[in-house]
């Protein structure tokens, strides 16, 4: 079991940014390709970005490649989401996961096994 929780969402004005932080607990972290979903109202949760064991590879969505970075420090059990340059369309239900396979870049919410609460962004316009 690897056990998840988000915290650093909040209200920010477009143009703003927010650090989002995923705490792991449980099995070994650092084993663990990790994800970040989001989830608006009324619609189904995407993919926003996923990160490797190690940190050398990442994936992003379109939608955000180039405002948003992961990142992980496995010291400190814990994978990071920086949200740069935020629109309103980014505001959702932020939840990071891990994947069944834990070795692999996956994109689709299914392929992933362990989920966090979640922690809200609201991006004001």
């Known amino acids: 079991q690897v056990q998840l929780v988000e915290s650093g969402g909040g209200l920010v004005q477009a143009g703003g940014s927010l650090r989002l932080s995923c705490a792991a607990s449980?099995?070994?972290?650092?084993?663990?390709?990790m994800g970040w979903f989001r989830q608006a109202p009324g619609k189904e949760r995407e993919f926003v970005a996923v990160?490797?064991?190690?940190?050398?590879?990442?994936y992003y969505a379109d939608s955000v490649k180039g405002r948003f970075t992961i990142s992980r420090d496995n010291a400190k059990n814990t994978v990071y989401l920086q949200m740069n340059s935020l629109k309103p369309e980014d505001t959702a239900v932020y939840y990071c996961?891990?994947?069944?396979?834990?070795?692999?870049?996956?994109?689709?919410?299914?392929?992933?096994?362990?989920w966090g609460q979640g922690t809200h962004v609201t991006v004001s316009s």
């Open positions: 996961a891990a994947p069944l396979d834990k070795h692999t870049l996956v994109t689709g919410s299914s392929q992933y096994a362990y």
């Open positions: 449980g099995r070994a972290f650092s084993d663990y390709a």
């Open positions: 990160i490797t064991w190690s940190g050398s590879s990442t």
